[in-house]
């Protein structure tokens, strides 16, 4: 693309709202170490000051780069700087096991890693360890494993700012999810996507005019994706630690908080809270939320404890965060029904119900829900077979089934994938199988989501001993949390004497997940 018609990308708008508002409050951090409070002038200084040391150590356009971290203001900067200076670069899951983190950097070809000491000195150390392609480690802080970032960064001064001029259908950024297989996939998403989903965001979202907007989910993952669309009306993110039901009701109320983001667990735990009614939590205008199914009844009772703030987003990685939206307004109580659905998609995407053809389904009939539009990815990292599968007949196939009423509104009916979605974090049961299957005493293993009132959907394992052998229910839970971290683990364990299958022999989870329901 000519420069000519070149359209500004994530990094030219972040530089021009860091330009902007000089003098107003960009980010408030609470910590166990006390408040950061930086002014966008001060945000500006110190993403040139990461960007120079990015230069420094051979950082610039497509480098390969991770971050591990736990929410602090570094996080914010680190993410601004991979945005003007070009570099590729992927999440490392706060929660994720070693494995998972091994892979995900190896199959993205990461050379360097930047991560929060104080949480994770340890697992850089293992992956120093574990991933031999891997070359510069950068610390956001002091650190006995690698480079303090901070302390070199530290040395440059200040100096004009200039956005990358990667191609915009370049990646930017990788987001690993899973797949059928068991395997995480890495999503490429382009400059020109990102671009895209900002302009959804502050186009067809529903803002405050004074956003002080509250950060209480992963920098590194979805709380970093409202940094940009705040800092363009010159907003100010007040960050905490991590999610606290009570942390999140005290801080509403003493930064008189107007938007936040939180997913459908969140919002019950603090509807749930005993001291939920003793804050003021009336400044809210928006509260966004989305990244798994919400209970209509419990999202009947926040709108009547909260107010009418309320609005849904629906997408998945492979098109973030936006392909339809449920308005504040269309959050009436009166309408029960209409609290089941995911809204209307937004203009910028193309979406159809489509049949296992490829063709349009008649009106008012379940088919995938598949979508086309610049959010659209640009395919799975080394996995063409798998992309050409997600993207045949010229759409992108979501794995979700859905529907349309008469007014326009899409309803997720069930989702073709196994995924299971627990308390806004997605689940693949062949992960979860693969590990209990290890265990010598299993026979066989089939994993599934079953609802639950606080997460959503849990995770159930439902497992066939070999015979005569015994199985301890945490036994096996210590394993798949060993192995994959604390969100795979399986809330419960039934032991079975068969699974049911399908006619070709395959593990009927449809069948399974109906004597659950």
Known sequence: MDDLHREPLAGDILLGSLAAYPDSVAVHVTGADGDSVLTYAQ??????????????????VGSPVAMLSGNRHEVLIAQSANLITGVRFAALHP??????????????????????????EQRAADLRERVPGLKILLSLGPTETGVDLTAVAAGFEPGPLA???????????????????????????SYSGGAALLRIQRTEWEWPE??????????????????????????????????????????????????????PTMIYALLDHPKFDEYDLSS??????????ISPTRLTEAIDRIGPVFFQ????????????????????????????????PVPWVNVALLDDVGRPVEPGAPGEICVRGPLVMQGYLNKPEQTAEATEHGWLHTGDVGRFDDEGYLYIVD?????????????????????????????????????????????????VPRAGATVDVEELRDLVRDRKGAVYTPKTVDFVESIPVSPLGKPDKKALRAQYA
């Open 415 to 463: 989702r073709k994938k196994d995924m299971v979605v627990t308390g806004g974090f997605n689940v693949f049961p062949r992960e979860v199988e693969d590990v209990i299957s290890t265990h010598p005493s299993v026979a066989s293993v089939a994993v599934i989501g079953v609802p639950d009132d606080k997460w959503g959907e849990a995770v159930k394992a439902v497992v």
């Open 95 to 120: 929660m994720g096991s070693l494995d998972d983190h091994v892979y995900v950097m190896e199959d993205a070809g990461i050379e360097t890693l930047i991560y929060d000491p104080r949480l994770y």
């Open 43 to 60: 945000v500006r200084d110190e993403v040139s000051r990461y960007a120079q040391a990015y230069a420094s150590v051979g950082l610039g």
């Open 313 to 344: 987003f629906y997408g998945q990685a492979e098109c973030p965060m936006t392909i339809s939206v449920l308005r504040r307004g269309d959050h009436d109580p009166s309408k029960p029904e209409r609290l089941a659905s995911c809204g209307k």
């Open 163 to 189: 956005a990358h001029t990667a191609d915009p259908s370049s990646t930017a950024s990788l987001a690993y999810t899973g797949g059928t297989t068991g395997k995480s996939k890495g999503v490429m998403l």
């Open 284 to 293: 809210l205008e928006t509260v966004f939320y989305g990244a798994s199914a």
């Open 210 to 263: 004074e956003i002080r907007f509250l950060v209480c989910a992963p920098l590194s993952h979805a709380g970093g994706a409202f940094w940009n669309p705040t800092s363009m009306t010159g907003g100010s993110m007040v960050v905490l630690p991590r999610f606290e039901p009570e942390a999140v009701l005290a801080a509403i109320e003493k930064y008189r908080i107007t938007a936040t983001m939180l997913v």
